[in-house]
Protein backbone atom coordinates (compact mmCIF):
# COMPACT_ATOMS: atom_id res chain seq x y z
CA UNK A 1 0.00 0.00 0.00
CA UNK A 2 1.01 3.51 -0.54
CA UNK A 3 0.10 6.59 1.49
CA UNK A 4 0.10 9.80 0.20
CA UNK A 5 -0.43 13.01 3.03
CA UNK A 6 -0.69 16.59 1.49
CA UNK A 7 0.29 19.73 4.05
CA UNK A 8 0.91 23.52 3.46
CA UNK A 9 -2.60 24.45 2.51
CA UNK A 10 -4.10 27.62 4.02
CA UNK A 11 -5.39 30.46 4.10
CA UNK A 12 -3.70 33.86 1.83
CA UNK A 13 -4.68 37.08 0.04
CA UNK A 14 -4.29 37.60 -3.49
CA UNK A 15 -0.95 37.95 -4.89
CA UNK A 16 0.34 35.78 -1.91
CA UNK A 17 2.31 32.89 -1.89
CA UNK A 18 1.97 28.77 -0.56
CA UNK A 19 4.05 26.09 -0.49
CA UNK A 20 2.41 22.11 -0.39
CA UNK A 21 4.03 19.42 0.40
CA UNK A 22 3.05 15.71 -0.73
CA UNK A 23 4.94 12.72 1.07
CA UNK A 24 4.32 9.13 -0.15
CA UNK A 25 5.25 6.03 2.05
CA UNK A 26 4.52 2.48 1.85
CA UNK A 27 6.42 -0.14 0.31
CA UNK A 28 7.18 1.64 -2.96
CA UNK A 29 9.57 -0.02 -5.20
CA UNK A 30 9.16 2.99 -7.56
CA UNK A 31 7.84 5.94 -8.03
CA UNK A 32 6.91 7.29 -11.89
CA UNK A 33 6.06 10.47 -11.21
CA UNK A 34 4.26 12.96 -8.83
CA UNK A 35 1.67 15.91 -9.60
CA UNK A 36 -0.79 17.83 -8.53
CA UNK A 37 -4.83 18.29 -9.32
CA UNK A 38 -7.17 20.84 -8.20
CA UNK A 39 -11.16 20.65 -7.30
CA UNK A 40 -13.73 23.40 -6.54
CA UNK A 41 -17.33 21.91 -5.22
CA UNK A 42 -18.85 20.97 -7.97
CA UNK A 43 -16.72 21.18 -10.70
CA UNK A 44 -14.18 18.37 -12.15
CA UNK A 45 -11.02 17.78 -10.97
CA UNK A 46 -8.16 19.05 -12.70
CA UNK A 47 -5.06 19.20 -13.77
CA UNK A 48 -2.62 21.78 -12.12
CA UNK A 49 1.38 20.00 -12.79
CA UNK A 50 3.24 17.13 -12.62
CA UNK A 51 6.55 16.04 -12.65
CA UNK A 52 8.68 12.76 -13.73
CA UNK A 53 11.02 10.59 -12.07
CA UNK A 54 13.56 12.34 -14.51
CA UNK A 55 11.87 15.78 -13.47
CA UNK A 56 10.40 16.79 -16.43
CA UNK A 57 7.42 19.27 -15.60
CA UNK A 58 4.44 19.73 -17.07
CA UNK A 59 1.98 22.86 -16.58
CA UNK A 60 -1.63 23.30 -17.22
CA UNK A 61 -1.82 26.81 -18.55
CA UNK A 62 -3.22 28.46 -16.26
CA UNK A 63 -0.62 28.24 -13.44
CA UNK A 64 2.13 28.08 -16.14
CA UNK A 65 4.99 30.71 -14.71
CA UNK A 66 3.40 31.13 -11.17
CA UNK A 67 3.53 27.47 -10.12
CA UNK A 68 6.88 25.68 -10.29
CA UNK A 69 6.69 21.95 -9.32
CA UNK A 70 9.91 19.88 -7.77
CA UNK A 71 10.79 16.43 -6.18
CA UNK A 72 13.45 15.16 -3.69
CA UNK A 73 13.50 11.77 -4.93
CA UNK A 74 15.27 10.67 -1.30
CA UNK A 75 12.48 11.49 0.52
CA UNK A 76 9.29 10.60 -2.23
CA UNK A 77 7.85 13.88 -1.49
CA UNK A 78 7.04 16.32 -4.08
CA UNK A 79 6.70 20.11 -3.62
CA UNK A 80 3.98 23.10 -5.24
CA UNK A 81 5.47 26.34 -5.06
CA UNK A 82 2.25 28.56 -5.72
CA UNK A 83 3.30 32.37 -6.56
CA UNK A 84 0.74 35.18 -7.42
CA UNK A 85 -2.06 33.39 -6.35
CA UNK A 86 -5.80 34.64 -7.58
CA UNK A 87 -8.99 33.70 -6.17
CA UNK A 88 -9.54 31.37 -8.75
CA UNK A 89 -6.83 29.45 -7.81
CA UNK A 90 -8.90 28.36 -4.59
CA UNK A 91 -9.54 24.87 -4.35
CA UNK A 92 -8.83 21.52 -2.65
CA UNK A 93 -5.48 19.84 -3.88
CA UNK A 94 -4.89 16.50 -4.56
CA UNK A 95 -1.45 15.02 -5.27
CA UNK A 96 -1.32 11.95 -6.55
CA UNK A 97 1.67 9.45 -6.92
CA UNK A 98 2.34 7.11 -10.08
CA UNK A 99 3.85 4.11 -7.71
CA UNK A 100 5.02 0.49 -8.65
CA UNK A 101 4.04 -1.70 -5.33
CA UNK A 102 4.06 -4.73 -7.19
CA UNK A 103 2.15 -3.01 -10.24
CA UNK A 104 1.85 0.61 -11.23
CA UNK A 105 -0.95 2.56 -10.00
CA UNK A 106 -1.79 6.29 -9.16
CA UNK A 107 -2.48 6.96 -5.25
CA UNK A 108 -3.95 10.13 -4.48
CA UNK A 109 -3.93 12.00 -1.49
CA UNK A 110 -7.21 13.17 0.69
CA UNK A 111 -6.29 16.76 0.07
CA UNK A 112 -5.27 20.41 1.30
CA UNK A 113 -7.48 23.59 1.13
CA UNK A 114 -6.26 26.49 -0.25
CA UNK A 115 -8.17 29.70 -0.47
CA UNK A 116 -7.05 32.59 -1.87
CA UNK A 117 -9.14 36.03 -0.88
CA UNK A 118 -9.75 38.80 -2.71
Known amino acids: QVQVVESGGGLVQAGGSLRLSCAASGSISSINGMGWHRQVPGKMREFVAQ???????HYAGSVKGRFTISRDNAKNTAYLQMNNLKPEDTAVYYCSVWATVGVTATYWGQGTQVTVSS
Open 51 to 57: ITSSSIT
